[in-house]
Structure formats: C-alpha cells, structure tokens
C-alpha cells in the first residue's frame, strides 16, 4: 500500500498527470490519486474482512480465547489443522494412498468452507471498490443529476460495510 502511494505520489510529482474540474462541485480532481484509491480501498478491505473470520465463518474476536494466530491463519489458509501439523512438525512424506484421497476429500470440502467464508469480505470489498471507482466517475458526470445519481450509488455501496 505505501509502495503503491510513494509511486502516485512520484508521478504527481514530477510528471503531468491528468486533472480535471468536477462540473458540479467546481473541485479539481487527481485522476491518478483515484486510480490508486480504487484497487487499494478492494484489497484493504478484502484483507480485512478475511482475517476477521475463522474456518467456521465466526468472527476471530470470539475466538481470542484461543490461539488467535492459529485462528488468522486458517481463515486466510482454509485449514487449522495443517498449521498445527506445520507447528508440531509432523512429516507429511510418510502418507499413504489411502490417506491422500481421504484428503483430497477433505480438502475440497474445506475449500468450499474457505469460499462460504471469503464471500462476505468479497462483497464488502467489491462494494469499498465500487464506491470509490464512483469518485473516480465524477468529473465525467456531465450534470447535477447524473453526479447525483453516481454519488447515491457510491454512498449505497459504502454503507454496505455497514450492514
């Protein structure tokens, strides 16, 4: 993230990058300060609503009682028990090929978990970035009513963190 804004603030400062007068509120707008805000208000957001969740969907601050690092990183990872085999420095080289379709089994069915899981912090952060592409759309928006309709639609999306 601190990469990504040192390089728009390096172009915005020594190269001429596009900026544009919002017809409405009479503002000048960095196109460039947008294009970096879009993607990392979808990654910030993505990254954490994931670490909020467990493998079970719950959120890990009913869970501090327990590891919480173990709790982090099976949501991100889908599987609690392979950090802990990680942990306690079990050797996977000695499976068989009966346990490796058990596993496989396991694994796409923890899969779908992790999916289930992540869908909310897809939707919240589809929604962050959506909202602040609409920023992105003002200066574009020829009149009142359609920068009204934009900024509607970009207050909706922001609001759905809060549902």
């Known amino acids: 993230v601190h990469c990504v804004a040192f390089i728009t603030d390096v172009l915005m400062s020594n190269?001429?990058?596009?900026?544009?007068?919002?017809?409405?509120?009479?503002?000048r707008v960095f196109l460039l300060r947008w294009c970096e805000w879009t993607p990392l208000a979808f990654i910030m957001t993505f990254l954490t609503e994931a670490c909020r969740n467990d493998n079970n969907g719950?959120?890990?601050?009913?869970?501090?009682?327990?590891?919480?690092?173990t709790s982090m990183l099976g949501a991100v990872h889908g599987t609690d028990e392979n950090i802990e085999s990680m942990a306690i420095g079990k050797d996977s080289s000695?499976?068989?090929s009966a346990d490796l379709n058990i596993g496989q089994v396991e694994n796409?069915?923890?899969?779908?978990?992790?999916d289930?899981?992540?869908m909310p912090a897809y939707?919240?952060?589809?929604?962050q970035g959506l909202s602040t592409f609409c920023g992105w759309l003002f200066p574009f928006c020829p009149g009142p009513i359609s920068w009204t309709v934009c900024m509607v639609v970009s207050c909706l999306l922001y609001f759905a963190m809060f549902h």
């Open 58 to 69: 719950t959120k890990v601050a009913e869970q501090m009682r327990s590891s919480r690092l």
């Open 123 to 127: 939707f919240l952060a589809s929604c």
């Open 94 to 96: 000695t499976v068989d």
């Open 108 to 114: 796409k069915a923890k899969l779908n978990t992790v």
């Open 15 to 27: 190269f001429p990058t596009p900026v544009f007068l919002d017809p409405v509120s009479g503002t």
């Open 116 to 118: 289930e899981t992540l």
